[in-house]
């Protein structure tokens, strides 16, 4: 996430507050508010969070300016969570300690940390995705790459059982990349997801945030097709679908005017009254396909109990059969920024920015991003 028209000065905060488990009433749909469709409620651990946060030891040797860099000692954010092996793998986004104290300001490079319960994590010392003297090197450097959204190939190619969506970011342009790898430490670049897409229409169009549908596959969500085709959510301002035929070159959806179709749109009076924005990669489930996206309160018009330009997580319904097809949609936030650490970090007016679901040990984990600054978790039962 990044809000390009800011430049905030970087606030540095405490150590994290001792938790409380989600609030009830305002804070978060309970049980018996949210309809059957809808995955929670979601609780933070007793203990455990932050999750990951920011440490200024390691250092990597960037390939571009051959310079030892302190890769991960600004912020640890929005994070993306797979299940292998029995254990929760998660990829962060690290921001170091160059460029100007704001928003975007920073390279990023992502992390990756490994987790026996999805809440104690060991980390590498070094980062496993980041911006290289490669073919994508123009459009990520030196911004990097950020926001990362993950999910398991159900092909069996070993080469690309991973498939990766991140925001490419050069400090003068956006868009989705994609990449693949076998072993969530080894990648390979496959370039923008929209590139050649309607005859080159949307080589030079800004895009980020894209989730692709994912349901429940030998116990692990996995991505799925739908029609013959892999479905991607993506967008922020407005949520839209792309289709593919092999997870690595996608073709958005458009309306009958040849603009993209817009899925969910900002509401007045609400969380995402500013925006709504893709989350983790959706799940289909057997009441329909669930999304997961993150809103944005507006200053004016927006939801009143959350502060101007604070992000929440939220959920809609699709229809399984038909992706384009709006069912339902949540009109209270699922998880909200109300803890110390969720509100004071580089992003001042609070984040929850939820982009990894994992189904483990039973149970729905959530990981979101902190005010731009740290990660977190929450937990939800599997029903």
Same mark, same amino acid.
């Given at each position: 996430?990044?809000?390009?028209?800011?430049?905030?000065?970087?606030?540095?905060?405490?150590?994290?507050?001792?938790?409380?488990?989600?609030? %009830?009433?305002?804070?978060?749909?309970?049980? %018996? @508010?949210?309809?059957?469709?809808?995955?929670?409620?979601?609780?933070?651990?007793?203990?455990?969070?932050?999750?990951?946060?920011?440490?200024?030891?390691?250092?990597?040797?960037?390939?571009?300016?051959?310079?030892?860099?302190?890769?991960?000692?600004?912020?640890?954010?929005?994070?993306?969570?797979?299940?292998?092996?029995?254990?929760?793998?998660?990829?962060?986004?690290?921001?170091?300690?160059?460029?100007?104290? #704001?928003?975007?300001?920073?390279?990023?490079?992502?992390?990756?940390?490994?987790?026996?319960?999805?809440?104690?994590?060991?980390?590498?010392?070094?980062?496993?995705?980041?911006?290289?003297?490669?073919?994508?090197?123009?459009?990520?450097?030196?911004?990097?790459?950020?926001?990362?959204?993950?999910?398991?190939?159900?092909?069996?190619?070993?080469?690309?059982?991973?498939?990766?969506?991140?925001?490419?970011?050069?400090?003068?342009?956006?868009?989705?990349?994609?990449?693949?790898? +076998?072993?969530?430490?080894?990648?390979?670049?496959?370039?923008?997801?929209?590139?050649?897409?309607?005859?080159?229409? #949307?080589? @030079?169009?800004?895009?980020? @945030?894209?989730?692709?549908?994912?349901?429940?596959?030998?116990?692990?969500?996995?991505?799925?097709?739908?029609?013959?085709?892999?479905?991607?959510?993506?967008?922020?301002?407005?949520?839209?679908?792309?289709?593919?035929?092999?997870?690595?070159?996608?073709?958005?959806?458009?309306?009958?005017?040849?603009?993209?179709?817009?899925?969910?749109?900002?509401?007045?009076?609400?969380?995402? %009254?500013?925006?709504?924005?893709?989350?983790?990669?959706?799940?289909?489930?057997?009441?329909?396909?669930?999304?997961?996206?993150?809103?944005?309160?507006?200053?004016?018009?927006?939801?009143?109990?959350?502060?101007?330009?604070?992000?929440?997580?939220?959920?809609?319904?699709?229809?399984?059969?038909?992706? @384009?097809?709006?069912?339902?949609?949540?009109?209270?936030?699922?998880?909200?920024?109300?803890?110390?650490?969720?509100?004071?970090?580089?992003?001042?007016?609070?984040?929850?920015?939820?982009?990894?679901?994992?189904?483990?040990?039973?149970?729905?984990?959530?990981?979101?991003?902190?005010?731009?600054?740290?990660?977190?978790?929450?937990?939800? +039962?599997?029903?």
């Amino acid at each position: 996430m990044r809000a390009a028209a800011l430049a905030l000065t970087l606030t540095v905060f405490a150590g994290a507050a001792a938790l409380a488990q989600v609030s %009830s009433g305002e804070t978060t749909p309970q049980s %018996s @508010s949210l309809p059957g469709w809808a995955i929670g409620p979601f609780t933070r651990p007793a203990e455990g969070n932050p999750v990951i946060t920011p440490d200024a030891k390691p250092t990597f040797e960037d390939p571009i300016s051959h310079q030892p860099v302190r890769w991960e000692a600004l912020h640890t954010f929005n994070p993306s969570a797979v299940v292998k092996d029995g254990k929760v793998y998660v990829l962060y986004r690290a921001e170091d300690d160059s460029g100007g104290m #704001y928003i975007g300001g920073h390279t990023s490079r992502l992390g990756l940390a490994v987790s026996d319960d999805g809440i104690h994590f060991h980390r590498e010392a070094t980062p496993v995705f980041y911006p290289a003297e490669d073919s994508q090197k123009e459009l990520e450097w030196p911004g990097g790459v950020e926001d990362p959204r993950l999910v398991e190939s159900p092909d069996a190619d070993p080469a690309h059982r991973y498939v990766l969506t991140y925001t490419q970011w050069n400090r003068k342009t956006y868009a989705v990349g994609i990449a693949t790898s +076998p072993d969530l430490v080894h990648w390979t670049k496959h370039g923008p997801a929209f590139k050649g897409a309607a005859g080159g229409k #949307y080589d @030079s169009f800004r895009y980020k @945030s894209a989730g692709i549908l994912t349901g429940i596959v030998d116990g692990r969500l996995k991505a799925v097709k739908i029609d013959g085709k892999f479905w991607m959510y993506w967008g922020e301002g407005a949520i839209h679908l792309a289709t593919s035929p092999d997870l690595i070159h996608w073709t958005p959806l458009e309306d009958g005017k040849g603009a993209p179709e817009e899925l969910l749109k900002p509401r007045a009076g609400r969380f995402d %009254s500013f925006f709504p924005e893709t989350g983790p990669p959706p799940v289909v489930t057997g009441q329909g396909i669930v999304v997961l996206y993150n809103g944005k309160n507006a200053a004016d018009g927006g939801d009143p109990k959350l502060g101007a330009g604070a992000y929440a997580a939220g959920e809609a319904l699709f229809d399984a059969a038909n992706p @384009s097809q709006w069912k339902a949609q949540l009109d209270a936030p699922v998880l909200k920024p109300e803890l110390p650490y969720e509100k004071t970090g580089q992003y001042a007016a609070g984040t929850t920015f939820a982009e990894g679901l994992v189904l483990f040990h039973d149970k729905w984990f959530l990981y979101y991003g902190c005010a731009d600054s740290l990660v977190a978790v929450a937990v939800a +039962p599997y029903k």
